[in-house]
Nanobody, 124 residues
């Protein structure tokens, strides 16, 4: 089993920055790929970023590419999402995810584990 706990969400103004963190436990962190999803009110969850087990390869959804950066620390068992140039459309609950494999995840691959989510609100 894998436990995922997100933190770092909150209220930020348009154009601002925020960094989300995800603390993991339960399995050897460096053995699996990780990702971030988000779900806006009334909409489906969407993939926004993924990273392979070593942290050397990343992928992003089109809506966040160039503004968000996913990273991981395999010593601290932590996953991060640095968000910049935030827009009201980024308002959502953000979920940390873990995959049952090491390879770079894409939007088409379903994670094996989900965190409880952290709310991000971007005010205009």
């Amino acid at each position: 089993q894998v436990q995922l706990v997100e933190s770092g969400g909150g209220l930020v103004q348009t154009g601002g920055s925020l960094t989300l963190s995800c603390k993991t436990s339960g399995r050897t962190f460096s053995n699996y790929a990780m990702g971030w999803f988000r779900q806006a009110l009334g909409k489906e969850r969407v993939f926004i970023a993924g990273i392979n087990s070593s942290g050397g390869i990343t992928s992003y959804g089109a809506s966040v590419k160039g503004r968000f950066t996913i990273s991981r620390d395999n010593v601290k068992n932590m996953l991060y999402l640095q968000m910049s140039d935030l827009e009201p459309e980024d308002t959502a609950v953000y979920y940390c995810t873990a995959y049952n494999g090491k390879l770079l995840p894409t939007a088409q691959i379903s994670p094996g584990y989900w965190g409880q989510g952290t709310q991000v609100i971007v005010s205009s």
